[in-house]
């Protein structure tokens, strides 16, 4: 059974930092492309980063110098590293895994950016 599960989500205040992780299971890691989407309420959800099974990345404009995103093929684990963190960061972020024309979700986890 394929699996993502996010962790590492919470409330920080602005200029703060918090590492996401996802642990995925079911699939054979090392060859698919991982990254993360976020969803703010009442916005559409947009990809935030994303790393090739090379370590190629890539960052919407609204995180680049802010956010690294990283993988551990032996942990089967991408990571989120976030920092200077703004209030508009607040949103759903959703991990994702994808090879081909398949992608798999993660359940979200919420990041709240708020004094």
């Known amino acids: 059974q394929v699996q993502l599960v996010e962790s590492g989500g919470g409330l920080v205040q602005p200029g703060g930092s918090l590492r996401l992780s996802c642990a995925a299971s079911?699939?054979?890691?090392?060859?698919?492309?991982m990254g993360w989407y976020r969803q703010a309420p009442g916005k559409q959800r947009e990809l935030v980063a994303r790393?090739?099974?090379?370590?190629?990345?890539n960052y919407a404009d609204s995180v680049k110098g802010r956010f690294t995103i990283s993988r551990d093929n032996a942990k089967n684990t991408v990571y989120l590293q976030m920092n200077s963190l703004k209030p508009e960061d607040t949103a759903v972020y959703y991990c994702?895994?994808?090879?081909?024309?398949?992608?798999?979700w993660g359940q979200g986890t919420q990041v709240t950016v708020s004094s």
């Open positions: 994702f895994a994808s090879v081909g024309l398949n992608t798999v």
């Open positions: 079911g699939i054979i890691f090392s060859n698919y492309a």
């Open positions: 790393i090739t099974p090379g370590g190629i990345t």
